[in-house]
């Protein structure tokens, strides 16, 4: 039994007055809830955050989708329908996956389902009477999402052209598995047939200047690459065609104030998304252009990078004392931390690659270890130490020394 059926059966004649007034109090408060229902699309999809979708674009198509949503709870289920319709084809037009969509709705009937719940509880009504309206939410939801889901598709099907290609191409890589759409990709760009692909993640350093369309050769070496930018990150699929991948690490050149990064090998297009996700990540630990880079060289900032804040806080734990100095004193800390790491703590080697005396690189380390109450001989402050270094460069964007 669906929701307006249970609701009439629980509620009789008063029913449509309670949906009008719950629809109409909440509508006054969609700006709010819509907030709500971003905040946590931003914090469960990706592609809410990386550019592909505008930032201005989800709080006014989610406000919109509340909106109606309410509307059609207030009685004009039909003529809401053609908004979700709009939001399925400029959704398809942005790449965005079929499982994205479909945690927007989601969270947007959950987070309408409990406003409904919350004001039921204010004004007293029993909780069959919540039940009934918490089901209508839920028949309201599904329906907009299975209209929005059909209309994504459908703009997906209509053609079979590069242009259609291109945003199912930005879907895969954003994370759709779907088939259908790997087959439409491979026949849209002429690709073999389950050939061996890597992803190139490509943005601009901190403060570096925008990406140039000149700047995507359309050849890395001898692996063909397929260009999308998604906001200020190009995103290329490298057609292996039995290129090894470190080839492609080795062919390519990125320019002064770039991040590059290169994804491990995938067997075919369904399996992109996830390549794209490692070289994101990858990229997002360099802090600047001066090397091209795969997860694979960088797991202890990878793993820091995947949880920011803590990175942070790690920062700040171990290396505070020393980052609240003037960057005269502070930076040869850091950087003669880094260069004795990086020569496996030999003093000897640090002070060649400082161009200082030995000594010299010992009486820094020793005022290190007073500063952050850490000792560079014990294994446990070491790994701290270390991965706080790291830290600074991931949270940051910047090389050491800082400006």
């Known amino acids: 039994m669906g929701g307006r059926q249970l609701s009439e059966l629980v509620l009789g004649v008063p029913g449509v007055r309670i949906r009008e007034e719950v629809a109409t109090r909440l509508l006054d408060r969609v700006d709010a809830l819509g907030e709500q229902v971003v905040a946590g699309l931003r914090a469960a999809e990706p592609v809410y955050n990386d550019g592909v979708i505008p930032p201005q674009d989800p709080p006014e198509f989610v406000r919109r989708s509340l909106e109606n949503g309410l509307i059609a709870m207030r009685g004009d289920a039909a003529e809401a329908l053609a908004w979700p319709g709009a939001v399925g084809r400029h959704r398809a037009h942005q790449g965005v996956p079929v499982v994205s969509l479909q945690r927007a709705y989601h969270l947007g009937g959950q987070t309408i389902a409990g406003a ?30 299975s209209t929005a889901l059909d209309a994504l598709r459908a703009t997906r099907g209509d053609t079979r052209d590069q242009r259609t290609a291109g945003y199912l191409l930005d879907a895969l890589l954003n994370g759709e598995t779907d088939e259908s759409f790997a087959e439409a990709v491979e026949r ?17 350093a901190a403060d570096g200047p925008p990406l140039r369309p000149a700047e995507l050769t359309p050849w890395v070496g001898e692996a063909r690459v397929i260009w999308r930018m998604h906001g200020e990150c190009a995103l290329g699929l490298v057609v292996l065609a039995g290129t090894p991948v470190g080839a492609v690490h080795r062919a390519f050149r990125p320019r002064p104030g770039r991040r590059t ?3 491990i090998e995938v ?17 997002r630990t360099m802090a600047d252009g001066r090397d091209v880079v795969s997860l694979e060289d960088r797991l202890a900032a990878g793993l820091l990078g995947l949880n920011p804040d803590l990175a942070a806080r790690l920062c700040d734990r171990v290396l505070g004392s020393v980052l609240a100095l003037e960057p005269a004193s502070r930076d040869p800390l850091l950087e003669t931390l880094r260069a004795w790491l990086a020569a496996d703590g030999a003093a000897g080697k640090a002070a060649t690659v400082l161009s200082c005396h030995r000594n010299t690189v010992l009486h820094r380390l020793r005022r290190l270890e007073r500063l952050t109450g850490r000792s560079v001989t014990s294994p446990r402050d070491l790994v701290e130490l270390s991965l706080a270094l790291e830290a600074i460069e991931v949270t940051t964007g910047r090389r050491i020394p800082l400006p």
């Open 261 to 263: 990064s290169v994804s």
């Open 188 to 204: 849209g760009y002429a690709l073999p047939l389950g050939g061996g692909y890597a992803v190139i993640c490509h943005r601009p």
């Open 116 to 145: 409904v719940t919350r004001w039921c509880a204010d004004e007293r009504h029993p909780p069959e009477v919540a039940a009934a309206l918490v089901d209508r939410v839920w028949d309201l939801t599904f329906e907009h999402a």
């Open 267 to 283: 067997g075919g297009l369904m399996e992109i998304g996830r390549a794209r996700q490692l070289a994101d990540l990858a990229c």
